[in-house]
């Protein structure tokens, strides 16, 4: 029981229990919920053009409240999630989205791993297929073995 | 033992990646590149930040070559930009037009009179709709529109006496010789 409660705490110390507090404030949110929800996904989607490393959903820049306003708007207009997308790809270009877009610009980004991995699968072949230099290692254990054997005995007489 | 040139192949595109990644460094991520060259201004309605003067309309960017610049009262990097465009107001004849963004009338206007008005005529965009319009980050960014109010150059960050003279200043002399 108090193992639990020790992990519990932990994890509130750690900011567990606040991960999921974010930067949307009551008065912009929403009455609708199934709209509400709409716009958390599509603000998770976009960059905050401020501080860039985090998306306009989790963001205190007053910025990116505006452009979350912006996004409310849109849904209530009636625009569907990719009219949204692309009204901020528009203005921001492809940066402001938190997901790059597989496009000329970014092959490198997504298809680097693959190129790594069959790079890597590659070399494991090339050097796992040669062959072993000589067969006197195996001697040599035996070697090893017999006089771990004799340190061994002597230890114990002692 | 022979060491087969295949062995320095992983120490080679370390060394790439490595390099790749020092060049990636040198660039300044809040310089976004605009998606709005060579596309007119885009709409707008601004409110009125000074009592004496309307609000800046889009019908005042057409007819000249002219710069708009995003500012705010918030701004500490326009305080330092200001100087600039006083004297590019008031002695290179430069039409600058300003948008108050993020801002209220009053702390705008209040600005405008401490630290003098460049601007030929302001308006406020007090929740940020012209500036996410215009793809702006911050503050403050300056847009060079031609004479058909078409937005052809933007300068992310304060006007330095460089950019004036080497980009600036050369690019308005040309479309100032547009039709």
Redesign the interface.
């Known amino acids: 029981m108090s193992k639990w409660a020790a992990i519990i705490l932990l994890l509130l110390l750690t900011g567990f229990g606040y991960s999921s507090a974010y930067a949307v404030t009551p008065d912009e949110q929403l009455s609708d919920p199934v709209q509400e929800q709409r716009a958390r996904k599509i603000s998770k989607k976009l960059r905050c053009?401020?501080c860039?490393n985090q998306s306009i959903d989790d963001s205190d820049a007053?910025?990116a409240g505006?452009?979350r306003?912006?996004v409310r708007e849109r849904i209530v207009a009636g625009d569907s999630d990719e009219q949204i997308l692309k009204f901020m790809?528009?203005?921001?270009?492809n940066?402001v989205l938190m997901r790059p877009p597989f496009a000329a610009n970014t092959l490198i980004l997504w298809l680097s791993p693959f190129l790594f991995i069959i790079?890597g699968i590659g070399?494991f072949w090339?050097i796992s297929r040669r062959k072993p230099k000589s067969v006197t290692v195996l001697n040599q254990t035996d070697e090893t073995e017999q006089r771990l054997t004799e340190v061994l005995e002597e230890m114990k007489k002692n | 033992m022979k060491i087969r040139p295949i062995t320095f192949l992983p120490v080679i595109i370390l060394l790439g990646i490595g390099i790749a990644f020092a060049f990636g460094l040198r660039n300044d991520p809040s310089k976004i590149e605009s998606t709005l060259i060579n596309k007119p201004m885009p709409d707008f309605v601004l409110e009125r930040v000074l009592d004496d003067q309307p609000a800046l309309t889009p019908a005042d960017l057409l007819g000249q070559v002219s710069l708009v610049n995003v500012f705010g009262s918030w701004c500490a990097a326009c305080v330092q930009e200001h100087p600039m465009l006083m004297r590019l107001a008031n002695h290179e004849g430069v039409a600058i037009y300003g948008i108050d963004s993020r801002d209220t009338a009053e702390a705008g206007a209040a600005w405008l009179e401490k630290y003098g008005n460049p601007y030929r005529k302001v308006g406020l965009d007090a929740q940020s709709r012209l500036a996410i319009d215009l793809g702006v980050t911050g503050a403050p960014e300056t847009f060079l529109i031609d004479k058909q109010g078409r937005i052809r150059f933007k300068v992310i960050g304060p006007i330095t006496e460089q950019i004036w003279k080497q980009q600036l200043k050369p690019m308005m002399d040309l479309l100032e010789a547009e039709s």
């Open positions: 053009v401020v860039q007053q910025l505006d452009m306003r912006i790809v528009d203005r921001y270009s940066f790079l070399m090339h």
